[in-house]
C-alpha cells in the first residue's frame, strides 16, 4: 500500500469527521433549549471534532485519488472505527454511560457502534433520564448511519477520486447488482439521498400532525427512517398513540425498501419499476404473511382484543423486517413462536438497497430459487432452466456469492453465539445477542430483550457484541478479507 493512498484515506476520514462534529454541534440547540447543562461539554466535543477533522482534510487536501482498490476496504472499516471512537465523547464528557456500567468507556463504544450501525441495541435501561443533547446525539447518529456513511460522503463530494462502485459495494454489498442499473455514479447516490431527506421531513410532518411533539417527532423520525430504533423513551414507542405507532410501521417499511425503487416510484417513472418488482413483492409477502401469524397469536393465544393485535402485531413485525428494533410491547412474555419468528424475519431483513440490516430480501429470495432449482434438477437432469430475477437470468457467479454470504453469515451467527456463552452469558440471551447484533436489530432475548438493555452484559461481551455489530453492517465479507495475509501482501 503506497503512501499516497493512505494520505488520501486520512483526507477521506477528516471530511468525515468535520461531518461528524457538524452533527454534534446540532446537539447544542436542545442542550440550551432544555438547559440541561451539557452546553459546555458538547460544544467542546463538537470543536475537537471539527477541528481533528479539519486539520485532517486540510494536511492531506492535494492527496485526492486513491489507486489500490484494495484501500476501499480499509477505508471503509476505518472509517466506522474512527467516527464510532469520536462518537463516544458525548457520553463520556457529560457522564451519561458512569452510573450504568462499570467500564463506562466500553459502554459508550457499545452505544456508539449501535448508534452508527443502526442496530438500536443499547447499554441505557432507563434512556428518558439521560440529558436531551445526549438524547439528539443518539438520535442523529441512527440517522448519520442509517443511509450509509460512504454513500453520503460520495453525494457531497463526488470527486474525490475513488472508485464510487468498489467503495459503494465495500460499504453495502447487499445491493441489488443483478441488473446493468446498479449504483455506481454519484448521481444514483445524490438521488437516493434526497429521498432519504424527504422522508425524514414528511414522517417528522406527519407526527407532528397526529399529535406528537416536535422533540420527539424529529428522534423517532430520525431512529425508525435509518431502521435504528433507539427512542427517548424507556418504553420504547410502548407510549405513542395508535395513529402515531401506525405510522412509524409504515416509516420502517418504507426503510426496507429499495431507495432507488422509492425513487423511481415519486418520480412517477412507473414504467421502469414494472420489470423489478420481484424483491418488493417477496418482501411485501413475507412481512403480510408474518402478520397474520403473529396477529393470530396475539389474538388467540394471549387473548388480545382484535384492534391490540392487529396495531401491535403490525408494527412489531414491521420493526422485525426492517431490523428497526423499535418495541411497541414487551416481547420477552411472548409466546415463544411468535418470539423466534421475529428473529428469523430481522435474518431475512429488508430490500438490498435500503436503511435494513440482514440478510437483505433479494439474498433469501436467491437462495430460495436457487433450493427449488436444485429440487427440479433432481427430478428432471437434463433440464436446463436458469434461475431468474426480474425476468432475467442471475449468473452463476452471483448465486455462488450469495451462498457464500449465507454461509459466512450462518457460521457468524454460531460463532457470535458460542462467544457470547463464553463471557458466562446463558444460551438464549447469547443467541438473542448474537442474532440482535449482527442483524441490526437491536433487541434480543431475555433480558436484552424487549423493554430491557445490554447493560448487564460484562465488558468483554459488549466488545465482542460491538464486532458483531460492524460484521453486520458491512455484511462481514469487509471486515473479514481485511484477515486475510493477502490483503496486506504487496
Same mark, same amino acid.
Given at each position: ?365 436467491? @437462495? ?6 436444485? $429440487?427440479? +434438477? *433432481? #427430478?428432471?437432469?437434463?433440464? =436446463?432452466?436458469? &434461475?431468474? !430475477? ?71 461481551? @459488549? ?6 455489530? $460492524?460484521? +453486520? *453492517? #458491512?455484511?462481514?465479507?469487509? =471486515?473479514?478479507? &481485511?484477515? !486475510? ?6
Amino acid at each position: 500500500m503506497k503512501a499516497p493512498d493512505i494520505k488520501a484515506m486520512l483526507r477521506f476520514i477528516g471530511i468525515m469527521l468535520v461531518a461528524e462534529g457538524a452533527l454534534m454541534a446540532l446537539c447544542l440547540v436542545p442542550a440550551f433549549h432544555f438547559a440541561d447543562g451539557t452546553q459546555d461539554p458538547i460544544g467542546l466535543c463538537s470543536v475537537f471534532t471539527l477541528a481533528v477533522g479539519t486539520m485532517l482534510w486540510v494536511s492531506f487536501g492535494k492527496y485526492r485519488r486513491i489507486e489500490d482498490r484494495r484501500m476501499s476496504y480499509l477505508l471503509v472499516v476505518l472509517m466506522w472505527l474512527v467516527l464510532t471512537l469520536f462518537a463516544t465523547l458525548p457520553f463520556l464528557v457529560t457522564g451519561a454511560t458512569v452510573p450504568i456500567h462499570r467500564s463506562p468507556f466500553t459502554a459508550a463504544w457499545f452505544e456508539s457502534m449501535s448508534g452508527l450501525t443502526s442496530c438500536g441495541a443499547t447499554v441505557f435501561p432507563e434512556v428518558a433520564l439521560l440529558p436531551s443533547s445526549v438524547l439528539l446525539w443518539r438520535s442523529m447518529m441512527q440517522w448519520f448511519g442509517g443511509f450509509g456513511i460512504v454513500l453520503l460522503v460520495l453525494a457531497i463530494s463526488p470527486k474525490l477520486g475513488i472508485n464510487k462502485y468498489s467503495l459503494y459495494t465495500a460499504e453495502a454489498s447487499g445491493a441489488d447488482n443483478t441488473g446493468k442499473t446498479a449504483v455506481s455514479t454519484g448521481a444514483t447516490v445524490r438521488r437516493t439521498l434526497s429521498i432519504y431527506l424527504a422522508l425524514t421531513g414528511f414522517f417528522i410532518l406527519m407526527l407532528n400532525l397526529a399529535g406528537m411533539q416536535v422533540w420527539d417527532a424529529v428522534n423517532l423520525t430520525f431512529t425508525n427512517i435509518s431502521s435504528g430504533g433507539f427512542s427517548v423513551a424507556s418504553d420504547s414507542i410502548a407510549s405513542c398513540t395508535p395513529l402515531q405507532q401506525y405510522i412509524l410501521a409504515v416509516a420502517m417499511l418504507l426503510s426496507g425498501v429499495n431507495f432507488m425503487l422509492l425513487y423511481l416510484f415519486f418520480t412517477f417513472r412507473w414504467s421502469q419499476i414494472k420489470h423489478k418488482l420481484e424483491q418488493f413483492s417477496f418482501y411485501m409477502g413475507v412481512f403480510i404473511v408474518s402478520v397474520l401469524f403473529v396477529v393470530g397469536a396475539l389474538h388467540w393465544h394471549m387473548q388480545l382484543p382484535w384492534e391490540e393485535a392487529l396495531r401491535i402485531g403490525t408494527v412489531q413485525t414491521a420493526s422485525a423486517l426492517t431490523t428497526t428494533g423499535s418495541v411497541v410491547a414487551d416481547t420477552t412474555v411472548w409466546w415463544t413462536p411468535v418470539c423466534f419468528l421475529l428473529l428469523m424475519l430481522s435474518v431475512c431483513g429488508g430490500m438490498a438497497g435500503s436503511t435494513s440490516g440482514g440478510l437483505k430480501a433479494m439474498r433469501v429470495l436467491i @437462495l430460495l430459487r436457487n433450493a427449488r432449482g436444485i $429440487l427440479r +434438477g *433432481r #427430478l428432471h437432469p437434463n433440464a =436446463v432452466a436458469p &434461475l431468474r !430475477l426480474n425476468g432475467r437470468p442471475v449468473s452463476s457467479h452471483i448465486v455462488n456469492n450469495v451462498m457464500v454470504i449465507f454461509m459466512v453469515y450462518g457460521f457468524t451467527l454460531l460463532f457470535g453465539t458460542m462467544c457470547l456463552m463464553l463471557c458466562g452469558i446463558d444460551a438464549t440471551q447469547s443467541i438473542g445477542a448474537s442474532v440482535g447484533c449482527l442483524t441490526g436489530f437491536g433487541p434480543g432475548l431475555g433480558a436484552s430483550g424487549g423493554f430491557g438493555s445490554y447493560a448487564a452484559f460484562s465488558p468483554m461481551a @459488549l466488545w465482542f457484541c460491538s464486532f458483531l455489530m $460492524l460484521l +453486520g *453492517r #458491512l455484511e462481514c465479507m469487509t =471486515v473479514l478479507v &481485511l484477515f !486475510l495475509p493477502r490483503f496486506w501482501r504487496r
